[in-house]
């Protein structure tokens, strides 16, 4: 009898240790308005997210101006030690305009169809003091990549669509990774 539970006991932990966690796993590519945000930076899973019960995903859209412009910014922002006294926050910030329909628009330095950034800041929250700042949209970054426009849904006030780009830091400052690769990427957003 003591065997059969130890086995059942490790076989248990064995499935566990094998399960992901549902926050590992990047939302459904869907198309129906469901809110989910999800991509990969520099290969790690990143989801917007919030220890300070803040909403991770923020959705503008203007059809009036300049032809249609979207405003897209997920945050993933957390404590980063046990005492609560230190937050780390990253954005991934995606703007367009002239965006009237569906498509394929590029992220390209040098066409300018589209936005993408990138930051991270490390701060310490009693003094205010930042111990680490990383922006990745400085003059001379250099930003190639794709984004498509798979649902443009005025009437429900949804946007869906992927995205892929690379951002390179001109200048490498201490404590920036000089290439950041979010890759993957998905949303399907309400406005």
Do not use: H
């Amino acid at each position: 009898m003591r065997f059969n539970c130890l086995s059942l006991a490790f076989a248990i932990l064995f499935m566990l240790s094998n399960c992901k966690k549902e926050s590992d796993v990047l939302p459904d590519e869907t198309q129906n308005g469901s809110n989910t945000f999800g991509c990969k930076v520099n290969g790690e899973i990143w989801l917007p997210k919030s220890s300070f019960g803040k909403p991770g995903i923020d959705l503008s859209y203007d059809p009036a101006f300049n032809g249609g412009t979207m405003s897209l910014k997920a945050r993933n922002w957390f404590y980063t030690n046990k005492q609560q006294t230190i937050s780390t926050a990253s954005n991934i910030n995606i703007a367009i305009g002239q965006l009237s329909k569906t498509g394929k628009y590029s992220f390209d330095s040098d066409i300018g169809q589209a936005l993408g950034q990138y930051y991270i800041a490390t701060l310490e929250d009693q003094s205010a003091t930042e111990i680490m700042n990383c922006y990745y949209d400085e003059v001379g970054d250099k930003r190639t990549g794709t984004l498509t426009i798979s649902k443009l849904d005025l009437q429900n006030g949804f946007i869906s669509g992927t995205f892929d780009f690379i951002l390179n830091k001109k200048d490498s400052l201490a404590g920036c990774k000089p290439v950041i690769k979010v890759t993957e990427g998905r949303f399907d957003v309400k406005f």
